[in-house]
């Protein structure tokens, strides 16, 4: 993959804020109350919602969580559809993507749309990338497929190293965190169950 654009990150970090931004005023909430119901700081939500931080994935979970929303939501829209295959299929080209900026993760959804009880996606860790610095929790279910290099997964106590071939599969309502420890681009195909929303 291409590595991005100060100016492309910028931009996804301002559209990611944007519609944040949105959907907490269609909610009706102020930041004060997304901050209490997300159990993050008003500052952290301020900064997100101007396209100054790039959130981590623990806190986009709880944003989204908060706002009602499954995680799927903030990815970008993708080009149009064909009409005779929209719900079905998801041409590699077509795909929507989501960019976590200084995280060095981009998730692009394999799923042909929004809805459904589960989300395939295609996860791409740059060396070095996480998820983020702590591990968090939601409902559900996810597994995964690791297609190249090496997937470093924490779950609970447990933290295992998978390699090109190796799966997994866990309760999200464990604490868990991922990351890149190797050298070269890690790429996982990854579901989750969306049962929670």
């Known amino acids: 993959m291409k590595k991005q654009?100060?100016?492309?990150?910028?931009?996804?970090?301002?559209?990611?804020g944007i519609q944040v931004r949105q959907r907490r005023r269609i909610k009706g909430l102020t930041l004060t109350e997304l901050s209490q119901q997300s159990e993050l700081s008003v500052g952290l939500l301020s900064q997100i919602e101007r396209g100054l931080s790039s959130p981590s994935l623990k806190s986009m979970t709880q944003i989204c969580t908060a706002l009602g929303v499954p995680?799927?939501?903030?990815?970008?829209?993708?080009?149009?559809?064909?009409?005779?295959?929209?719900?079905?299929?998801?041409?590699?080209?077509?795909?929507?993507?989501?960019?976590?900026?200084?995280?060095?993760?981009?998730?692009?959804?394999?799923?042909?749309?929004?809805?459904?009880?589960?989300?395939?996606y295609l996860v791409s860790i740059r060396p070095g990338g996480q998820s983020g610095p702590e591990t968090y929790t939601h409902r559900g279910e996810e597994g995964g497929l690791v297609l190249t290099g090496t997937l470093e997964l924490t779950?609970?106590?447990?933290?295992?190293?998978?390699?090109?071939?190796?799966?997994?599969?866990?309760?999200?309502?464990?604490?868990?965190?991922?990351?890149?420890?190797?050298?070269?681009?890690?790429?996982?195909?990854?579901?989750?169950?969306l049962a929670f929303y």
């Open 155 to 193: 779950v609970d106590d447990r933290i295992v190293l998978l390699y090109e071939g190796d799966s997994f599969r866990f309760r999200s309502s464990l604490a868990h965190r991922f990351a890149n420890p190797g050298a070269t681009q890690t790429n996982v195909v990854w579901a989750n169950s």
């Open 5 to 16: 654009t100060t100016a492309s990150a910028d931009a996804q970090k301002m559209g990611l």
């Open 71 to 120: 995680l799927s939501w903030l990815f970008d829209s993708g080009p149009l559809e064909n009409p005779a295959e929209k719900g079905l299929v998801v041409r590699r080209g077509s795909r929507r993507r989501l960019d976590l900026g200084t995280y060095g993760v981009t998730k692009e959804l394999l799923s042909p749309d929004l809805g459904g009880e589960m989300q395939i």
